[in-house]
């Protein structure tokens, strides 16, 4: 489940930057009682890269050359403002956006980094009308960061007949199917992902949280093998967690994952009990219980206008 912020947020101070006639600002926000430097949530080292996250940013670098930084949350943060901008600026001086994401480290196996990536945005007039209502999204990526441009899918450590015996073994799909009436047993995981991106079925968790209220149900996302994160080990095999998606708009700010148990191949093997023994990278179960309440809040705000002088925002 998506765990929300504690405490208050203190902003740091972050230029405003301009780009023609576009006035942005940017924030950069951490947690509460923090002041002009970012601090520390986690640092460590897994399969030659150091991986750092603060408050300010999460970074990933190979050990041998940590100036050369292969991922970082803040570069892609202002990388997805400058498309928002793009899409959503209109030719109306009355006309601003604003546009927040959040980061949350999920897990690290060796060179595979899971994180949390939320994000919000809304447009409108000022003093009048806008969007009907706030954009709201929770997603996992994933990165294998010896190659940090390839997509990564679940396949890649594991077999397809593998992943689809344990997704119809989850009682939540099992009883969306029985419920659904679907026809007969999917024979691929796309056809299953079909029945409920189709809007055939919905998995509907068992139990209410404040991420996922009563009443709301839920849909595999448009790449559901490409948003997963790494659990827990258990009894020889590893635990995944799936990000879901809600299936209505009127649970559009819910979240939702679903557990599967898969057999720990060859090529994860020595990833995997490294992360559990939290001697290089770390579970999800280990990251909840340590960093609950930790994220790297990125803010932007947006309107058309006559450039403006730099100043800081606090």
């Not at 080292?45 to 408050?55: H, K, N, P």
């Not at 990564?152 to 689809?164: A, H, P, Q, R, V």
């Not at 148990?261 to 990278?281: D, M, R, T, V």
Request: with cysteine; aromatic share 8%; glycine share 6%.
């Amino acid at each position: 489940m998506a765990y929300s912020e504690s405490g208050l947020i203190r902003r740091f101070r972050s230029r405003v930057l301009l780009v023609t006639a576009l006035e942005v600002i940017c924030v950069v926000s951490g947690l509460a009682g923090e002041r002009t430097k970012p601090r520390e949530i986690w640092s460590g080292e897994s399969a030659g890269f150091i991986v750092r996250w603060t408050s300010g940013d999460i970074t990933a670098a190979p050990a041998a050359q940590p100036s050369k930084v292969v991922f970082s949350a803040k570069a892609s943060a202002e990388r997805k403002f400058r498309a928002f901008k793009k899409d959503n600026i209109e030719e109306d001086p009355a006309w601003q956006c604003s546009y927040r994401l959040r980061f949350k480290v999920l897990s690290l196996a060796g060179p595979i980094l899971s994180y949390e990536e939320n994000e919000s945005s809304y447009c409108g007039r000022k003093n009048g009308p806008g969007w009907a209502h706030p954009s709201d999204q929770i997603v996992y990526r994933v990165l294998d960061l010896t190659q940090v441009r390839k997509p990564i899918k679940l396949t890649e450590y594991f077999s397809e007949s593998e992943i689809l015996a344990a997704l119809l073994a989850d009682p939540l799909v099992s009883s969306a199917l029985k419920q659904g009436g679907a026809p007969e047993k999917p024979t691929s995981i796309e056809s299953l992902v079909n029945l409920f991106d189709e809007g055939q079925l919905t998995l509907e968790p068992r139990t209410e949280s404040p991420e996922s209220p009563k009443g709301c149900t839920f849909i595999f996302p448009e790449h559901a093998l490409k948003q997963f994160a790494f659990h827990h080990v258990d009894n020889g095999k590893v635990a995944i967690r799936l990000s879901l998606d809600p299936a209505v708009g009127a649970c559009r700010t819910a979240h939702a994952e679903l557990g599967i148990l898969l057999p720990i191949s060859y090529k994860i093997a020595a990833a995997i009990a490294a992360a559990n023994s939290a001697s290089q990278g770390f579970l999800m179960k280990d990251g909840k219980r340590l960093f609950e309440g930790s994220v790297t809040t990125f803010e932007f705000q947006a309107k058309l206008g006559a450039p403006i002088k730099r100043r800081r925002v606090r």
